[in-house]
């Protein structure tokens, strides 16, 4: 499980706001915050920065 719809929305940022940053799909930030689709290591580091947290906080860390 991640934490990207949370910082997401902590950040008040739609779907679609977040992915114009990443440089990616609307559709593919949906996949993400439901554990649909694996992001590749890029992708991490891109939501991460775009959040202002870390690879752990976003994506291991409980």
Known sequence: MNRVKDYRK???LTQFELAQQ????RQTINLVENDKYN???DLCLRLAKALHTDLNHL???E
């Open 10 to 12: 902590q950040a008040g």
């Open 22 to 25: 990443v440089t990616v799909a």
């Open 59 to 61: 994506f291991w860390e």
């Open 39 to 41: 992001p590749s290591l």
